[in-house]
């Protein structure tokens, strides 16, 4: 796809393994409990996109939410500077250290998720 040629957001790159997956933003959207218009916010980063929706995109989408990170380039994880609204936060070319501690925050929300699952499943 020529118009994916070059990608400097996490949006873009969901924008084009969604793309590449041949599923609509409504789709995604439904899967999520987000409008349509919701969703295309976040394509479009005109809204926070948080490492929970993210981690869940990335579930939808069946792909590991590493594939959102892999870039030759600095991610860019929204930059709200060209936009109009919000709060203007940038989160531009990130360093190490931040992509790091986002990766922490995936890995203990999933440690949480499997612990609550193996309560569940004591239970029963």
């Known amino acids: 796809m020529e118009k994916f040629k070059e990608f400097s957001t996490i949006a ?3 924008k084009k393994t969604r793309y590449e997956k041949n599923f609509s ?3 995604i959207a439904k899967k999520l409990g987000i409008t349509q218009k919701a969703y295309s916010k976040i ?9 929970d929706t993210l981690t869940r995109i990335a579930e939808i989408l069946e792909v590991d939410v590493s ?4 870039s030759t ?7 709200f500077s060209t ?5 203007n936060v940038i989160y531009k ?10 990766y922490k925050e995936i890995i203990k929300a999933k440690d949480a998720e499997i612990e609550l ?3 569940l499943i004591r239970k029963d």
Do not use: A, C, W
């Open 83 to 87: 936009r109009s609204g919000g709060d």
């Open 117 to 119: 699952l193996k309560t």
């Open 67 to 70: 594939s959102f990170f892999n």
């Open 43 to 51: 394509e479009n980063n005109e809204t926070k996109l948080n490492v």
């Open 12 to 14: 873009d790159l969901v």
């Open 73 to 79: 380039e600095k991610p860019v994880l929204n930059d």
């Open 25 to 27: 933003q409504d789709y």
């Open 93 to 102: 070319n990130n360093s190490v250290e931040k992509i790091e501690e986002l």
